[in-house]
């Protein structure tokens, strides 16, 4: 069974500042990872997704996550926060081909101080 | 449609009655799930629909809690003698069954949810 375990329910950053949203993930095969933001009032969208191809993956917003095996980790970086970033973020795993079952960490809140 | 639909988007109820909440997955979209966000406790899954195959309902926390999908498309989640801590954001994703999903790399498309409060 697999596992994701967000650390940091909310983060606060300065406008322009580094985000570092971090997530660690458990499976006992080799996983796809997934990054959804969810912002106010919104459902669920997705940020970008690493299914073992490049282990650096870019997403939408200028987000991108780096899937580390050694670490078991797929932490969301932007090297600028935005004010429109404020939102919440969710990582997710799945076990990988034919799955269809995805588990979601407990998300991230993060809020963008101007 | 041009996205996934849920209604109602706002429910609030009193303790013990049952309630519905529907939601109209994106046209073409052969999965279906349904999840649970409550405060602090990120997304729980509860049942997925595939077609004609049969439900996986083993998110289903009791057996208060049901869901069908008619005609593979719009999905009912029934909820019966609703208790407080079934306060929560219900939210539906849909999939397509396209060769991305099947390989599990799939993109979910969620819905804006349906909030239920239970007094």
């Known amino acids: 069974a697999q596992s994701v375990t967000q650390l940091g329910s909310h983060v606060s950053v300065s406008e322009g500042a580094l985000v570092l949203l971090r997530c660690n993930y458990s499976s006992s095969v080799p996983p796809y990872l997934f990054w959804y933001v969810q912002y106010p009032n919104q459902g669920l969208q997705l940020l970008l997704k690493?299914?073992?191809?490049?282990?650096l993956v870019k997403g939408i917003n200028g987000f991108e996550a780096e899937f580390k095996k050694s670490e078991t980790s797929f932490h969301l970086t932007k090297p600028s926060a935005h004010m429109s970033d404020a939102a919440e973020y969710f990582c997710?795993?799945?076990?990988?081909?034919?799955?269809?079952?995805?588990?979601f960490g407990k998300g991230t809140k993060l809020s963008v101080i101007p | 449609g041009a996205g996934v639909s849920q209604s109602p988007s706002n429910k609030v109820t009193e303790k013990g009655k049952d309630v519905e909440l529907r939601c109209d997955p994106i046209?073409?979209?052969?999965?279906l799930y349904w999840y649970r966000q409550s405060l602090g406790q990120g997304l729980e899954f509860l049942i997925y629909f595939q077609g004609n195959s049969a439900p996986d309902k083993s998110g289903l926390p009791s057996d208060r809690f049901s869901a069908e999908r008619t005609g593979g498309s719009v999905s009912t989640l029934t909820i019966q003698r609703t208790q407080q801590e079934d306060s929560a954001v219900y939210l539906c994703?849909?999939?397509?069954?396209?060769?991305?999903?099947?390989?599990?790399?799939?993109?979910?498309?969620f819905g804006e949810g349906s909030r239920l409060t239970v007094l």
């Open positions: 994703a849909s999939l397509s069954r396209g060769e991305q999903a099947l390989r599990g790399t799939g993109e979910l498309f």
């Open positions: 997710a795993v799945s076990e990988g081909a034919g799955s269809y079952q995805l588990t």
């Open positions: 046209s073409g979209h052969t999965a």
């Open positions: 690493y299914t073992s191809a490049a282990t």
